[in-house]
């Protein structure tokens, strides 16, 4: 796997810079939650990607942002990268929840308790393992190939 630094980079400060706003903070607010001081043009770069930001700065920026770094870094990956966890089924909640089809019901009841569990800036997305589909199958009196189809066209329906 190659990977492209300047791609990455990019992709970690948009994020960085997603959470900042989802918060309605300005990079000044940031800069003042931070353990440590840095210029806000440092910062400026950081989520502009022009610049790389070490992993303790990295696991501080997302201390004052209150999400755990490893989160960040899953979602950036993914984006990156588009790949779930070998053996796995990407599963969107908000999708889950939107839909109206009957048959879906106890799995659009499990979504809502893992939305409102997020913490802010939290992806609301999962990944399943075929044991988790296959148990998510029996509840909803379908199959696991008829359940794996149906989430699949939930997540091609998703707006990218």
């Known amino acids: 796997m190659q990977i492209d630094t300047a791609t990455y980079q990019r ?38 990607g022009t610049r790389q930001c070490s992993v ?14 490893h989160q960040v870094l899953a ?8 790949d779930a966890p070998t053996g796995h089924l990407s599963v969107d909640l908000a999708a889950v929840v939107a839909d109206g089809r009957p048959q879906l019901q106890p799995l659009r009841r499990w979504a809502q308790g893992r939305l409102a569990h997020l913490v802010p800036g939290q992806a609301a997305e999962v990944h399943l393992d075929l044991p988790a589909l296959e148990y998510m199958a029996q509840l ?4 696991t190939v008829d359940l794996i189809r149906t989430l699949r066209e939930l997540d091609a329906q998703r707006p990218r």
């Open 140 to 143: 909803c009196q379908l199959s």
């Open 75 to 82: 979602r950036v990956h993914e984006r990156v990268f588009g």
């Open 11 to 48: 992709v970690l400060g948009d994020e960085l810079r997603s959470l900042r706003k989802q918060r309605g903070w300005t990079r000044k607010e940031l800069n003042r939650r931070l353990q440590s001081e840095i210029s806000l043009q440092t910062l400026a770069t950081y989520e502009l």
């Open 56 to 69: 303790v700065r990295l696991v501080e920026i997302c201390v004052a942002l209150g999400v755990p770094a």
